[in-house]
């Protein structure tokens, strides 16, 4: 099969300039998910040391869902389900602003 594959053409001029910036783009979405996740960390590890039982069952619950279910179930119930619980007047604005979360909730059957 021989295939001979020429990056060369992708690796100049717009695409370079468009994977640059996908890269960048990546490389801060990284930071900024790191550090939001290390902050919940510490957050949720100060409340759970705290001796209130009520907090530390909701800590513990928070961790135990997202160790329990897989990361695209979580995925569809946040994009196809959230919008279900939203108030009509909020579905309304998503809708006049375009956003995809209005259109998964027709698309999952809502009405």
């Not at 990546?26 to 705290?50: H, N, Q």
């Not at 069952?57 to 997202?66: G, N, P, R, S």
């Not at 579905?91 to 809502?110: K, P, Q, V």
Request: glycine share 8%.
């Amino acid at each position: 099969m021989g295939y001979q594959l020429d990056f060369g053409k992708v690796l100049q001029g717009e695409y370079l300039d468009l994977i640059l910036q996908g890269v960048q783009t990546t490389m801060v979405l990284f930071v900024l998910s790191w550090i939001f996740g290390l902050v919940l960390a510490i957050v949720l590890t100060v409340v759970r040391a705290i001796e209130f039982r009520p907090t530390q069952f909701l800590v513990a619950a928070f961790v135990e869902y997202h160790r329990n279910v897989p990361v695209l179930i979580q995925l569809f119930v946040w994009y196809f389900g959230f919008a279900v619980v939203l108030p009509d007047t909020v579905n309304d604005y998503l809708n006049e602003i375009g956003a995809e979360i209005s259109y998964s909730d027709r698309g999952a059957g809502a009405q």
